[in-house]
């Protein structure tokens, strides 16, 4: 199956809300939905007024994590499957699209009734390997970011890693490290999402095709195949559907549950991408893709990243039907039987 869906809030929504994306990406006949961990707020606050609660039963923001005193004084995590105590202190997140647990849990409730499934995307700002406050900062909104997908049902949490820092090489094995590092707390097995590392389409920020791939191979992460960056990155290499045919073999040995994609238009310079359009615009082509879709044998989601949102993902979706009925058609001829005299 090909799924088609949007990175953020369909612009035709009238609410803003997580639950009202769900709602209005089934509404517009799509089948995918990215959340986006955009203006976010936490704040860190005395527990006393939650003495007794799980970080899950509060109602007017979502706890991400309990810091508690050790034997030495110093605060420490305990995370958030734990009763909070009077002493603790809490780290809440306000967040636009959801006010608490329940709401998350409910919106991913709807999302299966409706089968729309469910990614998220963690802040595009990432630098993970740079100075310790930046990087801290970057890892923690990973770290929020899986949290909240796992209450929410996602079935990735899709991420930039940042610059580069050193080498090249150097930069892979860092970021190596630091993804091992949330592995080891955020894992798969105990029911958070996959972390998907996603291409980049600058020369200065960490993720060519080859390097996700062997972040993929050396660990449990997802390769993310953003087409629109990896046509900018490569000076405009997926042109042909053998072009196209190559760049998916290779991520689909990794892929998690399908494999997850991102396309739109984009601009270019070089290898340098400039910024993402509208599908219709630039020399990356989805009918291009489409016609390798239609011989596809495996699951695929495609998000629209494009500044037009769902508009762009019905025009994929189109795009691809009409592929599909055009290839119908071209084999019924094919097969139709020749009248004898």
């Not at 899950?56 to 706890?63: C, G, L, M």
């Not at 984009?266 to 340098?272: A, C, D, H, L, T």
């Amino acid at each position: 199956m090909i799924r088609f869906g949007i990175a953020g809030i369909p612009l035709t929504s009238k609410g803003r809300t997580f639950i009202d994306s769900v709602e209005e990406t089934h509404n517009l006949g799509l089948n995918a939905l990215e959340v986006q961990l955009l203006r976010v707020n936490v704040q860190e606050n005395s527990a006393e007024e939650y003495t007794g609660l799980r970080p899950q039963d509060v109602e007017d923001s979502i706890i991400i994590d309990v810091l508690r005193q050790d034997e030495d004084g110093n605060y420490r995590s305990v995370g958030i499957d734990t009763e909070i105590e009077e002493d603790d202190i809490v780290q809440e997140l306000f967040w636009n699209m959801a006010r608490n647990y329940d709401e998350l849990q409910t919106g991913g409730e709807l999302a299966k009734e409706l089968d729309v499934t469910l990614s998220m995307h963690a802040p595009y700002y990432m630098d993970m390997i740079g100075s310790p406050d930046i990087a801290e900062k970057s890892i923690n909104h990973l770290r929020w970011t899986l949290i909240l997908g796992k209450y929410l049902g996602a079935r990735r949490v899709v991420t930039h890693s940042g610059f580069y820092h050193g080498s090249k090489k150097d930069s892979l094995n860092k970021f190596a490290d630091v993804y091992s590092d949330i592995l080891n707390e955020f894992s798969p097995d105990n029911g958070y999402p996959y972390i998907g590392v996603e291409t980049s389409g600058k020369q200065e920020v960490f993720g060519t095709p080859k390097e996700v791939l062997e972040l993929a191979r050396r660990i449990n992460i997802e390769p993310i195949l953003n087409f629109a960056h990896v046509h900018a990155i490569t000076g405009g290499s997926l042109v042909e559907i053998k072009d196209f045919e190559s760049i998916i073999n290779d991520f689909k040995k990794y892929a998690k549950y399908d494999l997850y994609t991102e396309f739109s238009g984009v601009e270019f310079i070089g290898n340098e991408e400039r910024r993402l359009t509208a599908i219709k615009h630039g020399t990356l082509k989805f009918e291009t893709l489409s016609e390798y879709l239609i011989d596809y044998q495996d699951d695929m989601t495609i998000i629209s990243s494009s500044p037009l949102l769902e508009h762009d993902a019905q025009y994929m979706q189109i795009i691809y039907v009409r592929s599909y009925f055009k290839k119908m058609q071209r084999r019924k001829v094919t097969e139709k039987p020749v009248s004898g005299d």
